[in-house]
Antibody, heavy 120, light 110 residues
Framework: EVQLVESGGGLVQPGGSLRLSCTAS????????MNWVRQAPGKGLEWLSY????????FYADSVKGRFTISRDNAKSSLFLQMNSLRAEDTALYYC?????????????WGQGTLVTVSS | QSVLTQPPSVSAAAGQKVTISCSGS????????VSWYQQLPGMAPKLLIY???KRPSGIPDRFSGSKSGTSATLGITGLQTGDEADYYC???????????FGGGTQLTVL
């Protein structure tokens, strides 16, 4: 089955760190560009970061630049998001999403999300 | 404050048609393809429309997309209660070097 499964979410104190993982299966992960997108409770989608298939190109949203780091391990079909200096406003459901290889700038496969709660 | 502007909510009767607008600028919609996503309650988003007006396999032709200048529109005909969801437009923004989404539109089928 073609799918993305996120993990690593949880409760963390403000100023703390967390590392999210996204494991891909059913497709050639190495060939795909990947993204992280989050959704705060009751709010809309917010794109966070992009990484190319070889990790040669990386982009971040201004809201997380300097605090979050995206990376990938193609040998393990895994995507990561290292989150440091977490704030209350980072509380959200975090999705990994695959860039389509047949469409321009379209996210054609999403995981089910992992919940991050930043609170003391 | 989202880069792309969508109406917060729309509603229409079952069986009718509804359109959802998405307004941007030359740095995003004006020079890039637009995608639309459907998020059913409690679920992850799902790609509904890509490349402005194309449907992925499995998406019924009741869903359509169009783009003109710096705006895009999602159309849904033959509304069903199962279409009640949040709908988001998205594209790449060249100035921001970022994926940008609209704020989302909640569809209610009366």
């Amino acid at each position: 089955e073609v799918q993305l499964v996120e993990s690593g979410g949880g409760l963390v104190q403000p100023g703390g760190s967390l590392r999210l993982s996204c494991t891909a299966s059913g497709f050639a992960f190495i060939s795909y560009e990947m993204n992280w997108v989050r959704q705060a409770p009751g709010k809309g989608l917010e794109w966070l970061s992009y990484i190319s298939s070889s990790a040669g190109a990386i982009f971040y949203a201004d809201s997380v630049k300097g605090r979050f780091t995206i990376s990938r391990d193609n040998a393990k079909s895994s995507l990561f998001l290292q989150m440091n200096s977490l704030r209350a406003e980072d509380t959200a459901l975090y999705y990994c999403a695959r860039y389509s290889d047949y469409a321009e700038d379209a996210l054609d496969l999403w995981g089910q999300g992992t919940l991050v709660t930043v609170s003391s | 404050q989202s880069v792309l502007t969508q109406p917060p909510s729309v509603s229409a009767a079952a069986g009718q048609k509804v359109t959802i607008s998405c307004s941007g600028s030359s740095s995003n919609i004006g020079n890039n393809y637009v995608s639309w996503y459907q998020q059913l309650p409690g679920m992850a988003p799902k790609l509904l429309i890509y490349d402005n007006n194309k449907r992925p396999s499995g998406i019924p032709d009741r869903f359509s997309g169009s783009k003109s200048g710096t705006s895009a529109t999602l159309g849904i005909t033959g509304l069903q209660t199962g279409d009640e969801a949040d709908y988001y437009c998205g594209t790449w923004d060249r100035s921001l070097s970022a994926v940008v989404f609209g704020g989302g539109t909640q569809l209610t089928v009366l």
